[in-house]
């Protein structure tokens, strides 16, 4: 049977463009790209199987990758269990002027422990469903072509592993599960001595960048030369034997979301004059830090400039896709239309997108705080979280005020392996996504969901990358460290809660939310956290939230918000956009109109000069 859309519920207008033929062709990461490459998205072989079972010669039929078993667009929309395995199969051949070469594979992310097979040996393992896996596949290769195999376990809600909202049964704020490949997949030929990876750090108040490079099969003769250019004109390099060295730079063009310049890059490495690798990426010269502005208040700063993130939450669901979007115009879309509507700012939430993503919100100009993702065997907390939250809202005594988390602890004393393994993701996912300009913040816990050691974590994060902010514990259960007083305020008015000497935000509020006929994934079951029935009421009160809650706290010391959210994703109706994306809820001119409004308080404040 040919492949086509599964499902009869709601789907973006992109789901009928795509080519099975050509599916996400873009090259996967635009910070670490070469010449060279051959993309493996397309149809594959797949199988869904017991999980005892070791291999496969049968299969179901067709998947396109990378989309999850579960996604309309993957052409078989059948929900993965703990008790099977997923199996892909294809066959490749390797272009003829890559002889000689190593052979590298790329998979963008693959929920979650997977193995890769090519010609039947065994090239990697890996755990984790949000983190890209790259293995050198050089000696399984053969002449001719070559056979693929993946096996992917996953059990969603009903293992301990980070999933994030993944859930096998939809209800409340829980969505579809995305199992399997659900990132683009790739090979690439290199030299023996080859760039592994490479860490660029701005320091606009030294004038300099900080290059971290990791060279496989270095010797005493290699060299690496990094150069920058803005406008094709080249403004900086340096040359060095040391695997870390700085690259002066002069007459900085500082990158925000109203003027996101950026910086070509070229990563050269040379054995002896022998050219061994070309790599191409960009960075941004920024700064982000907390500090207390000429009142004293500690605010978010901005390139040494108090600066005010007005943003929202951004779970990255697609009704036809669900973790994976149907092409890169998806992406920019979400980006470019709330930065559109006057937001600078988007808190990925509880996801790790692709890297392109990341890409888009560099080039437009977008801020984004970066969730790490939920785990564990049961979510842990959340009573108490959710407790204490109230608590603390009704200034009553908070009993929860725990800083060491003893009964926490005690009760999940034998749950060492889940958490572990999310430490090593969360540090993982920082790795990867560090070169991120638009990335100013790292949110480890979200509502006491799967929250352990926080106070720990937190401080470790901020250790480990000093050049962003850290949210330890959005919302619930503060454990009294990072750089902000975070809580979520629904429903009651916004206000300012007791403060301390880190930025107040307030890093949820809203869900406002409107049913738009014909654009509501399953209207029967659609619900918010506050209804209103049409475009005119939603945008009404939008603009009394804004103005009359929000706005007169920016001058109490209120340094951020995350509305929620972007857009509808299932049956929460909270979203400016519709779940298709083919409507914005609030009337946008209006909606544009309100957000100035809140730059401009924050301008007269006098806190730039």
């Known amino acids: 049977m040919a492949w086509e859309v599964k499902g009869d519920l709601i789907k973006t207008r992109w789901a009928a463009q795509i080519d099975p033929e050509n599916v996400l062709p873009e090259y996967p990461t635009p910070q670490f790209e ?31 990758v990378p989309f999850g078993v579960e996604s309309p667009l993957s052409g078989v929309m059948r929900v993965l269990t703990k008790e099977n395995k997923l199996w892909y199969h294809r066959k490749f051949s390797i272009p003829a002027d890559w002889a000689g070469k190593r052979v590298l594979i790329h998979f963008g992310a693959i929920d979650w422990e997977s193995e890769i097979y090519v010609n039947g040996k065994s090239v990697c393992m890996h755990r984790g469903g949000y983190t890209p896996i790259t293995a050198d596949i050089t000696d399984a290769l053969v002449e001719g072509e070559n056979e693929l195999k993946v096996s992917v376990y996953d059990p969603t809600d009903e293992g301990w592993q980070d999933r994030g909202k993944q859930s096998l049964r939809t209800h409340g704020f829980w969505y579809q599960p995305t199992s399997g490949i659900w990132q683009t997949v790739w090979l690439e030929p290199v030299n023996e001595i080859y760039l592994k990876s490479i860490k660029m750090t ?27 250019y803005d406008g094709g004109a080249l403004v900086a390099t340096a040359t060095s034997k040391y695997d870390e060295f700085n690259v002066p730079i002069t007459e900085i063009k500082l990158w925000s979301p109203e003027e996101p310049n950026l910086y070509d890059a070229k990563i050269t490495i040379k054995e002896e004059e022998t050219v061994t690798d070309v790599v191409k990426s960009y960075i941004g010269m920024r700064k982000f830090s907390m500090e207390k502005d000429k009142n004293g208040t500690p605010r978010l700063f901005l390139n040494n400039k108090p600066y005010f993130m007005n943003g929202l939450l951004d779970q990255g669901f697609w009704p036809d896709g669900i973790y994976t979007q149907p092409c890169d115009e998806a992406l920019v879309y979400d980006i470019q239309t709330m930065k559109d509507l006057g937001f600078n700012m988007l808190r990925k939430h509880i996801k790790v997108e692709c890297a392109r993503w990341y890409y888009h919100c560099d080039k437009i100009g977008m801020l984004v705080w970066q969730d790490m993702v939920s785990g564990g065997k049961e979510l842990g907390l959340w009573y108490a979280g959710l407790k204490s939250n109230i608590q603390t809202h009704l200034g009553l005594k908070n009993h929860f005020k725990d800083n060491n988390q003893k009964a926490y602890n005690k009760l999940h004393r034998n ?49 480990y990358d000093p050049s962003r902010l850290v949210d330890h514990a959005s919302g619930w259960y503060d454990q009294y460290t990072g750089d902000m007083r975070s809580t979520h305020i629904y429903i009651l008015p916004l206000r300012i809660l007791k403060p301390d000497d880190r930025a107040y935000v307030i890093s949820e509020y809203g869900g406002y939310s409107l049913k738009t006929k014909g654009h509501t994934w399953c ?21 009394v939230l804004f103005t009359r809650q929000l706005l007169p706290l920016i001058k109490k010391g209120l340094s951020a918000v995350v509305y929620t959210e972007v857009s509808d994703v299932e049956n929460e ?27 401009d308080e924050y301008r007269n404040l006098g806190l730039l000069d």
């Open 573 to 599: 109706v909270n979203g400016l956009l519709t779940y298709d994306r083919e409507q914005v809820k609030p009337f946008p001119d209006k909606m544009k109109k309100i957000n100035q409004r809140i730059a």
């Open 202 to 228: 701005p320091d606009i108040d030294e004038g300099l960048i900080n290059i971290e490079a990791k060279v496989a099969n270095k010797t005493i003769n290699t060299s690496i030369t990094a150069e920058f």
């Open 523 to 543: 209207p029967k079951d659609a619900f918010g956290y506050r209804m209103f029935k049409t475009r005119e009421q939603l945008t009404d009160k939008l603009d």
């Open 415 to 463: 749950e060492k392996e889940w958490r572990d393994q999310h430490e090593a993701e969360s540090y993982e996912m920082i790795d990867a996504l560090y070169n991120s300009t638009s990335i100013c913040a790292w949110v480890p816990f979200n509502e006491a969901w799967g929250q352990f050691d926080a106070k720990r974590i937190g401080k470790a994060v901020k250790k």
């Open 34 to 64: 070469r010449k060279d490459w051959l993309n493996l998205n397309g149809l594959w072989d797949y199988a869904i199987v017991p999980k005892e079972q070791r291999d496969c010669t049968a299969y179901d039929g067709e998947i396109l």
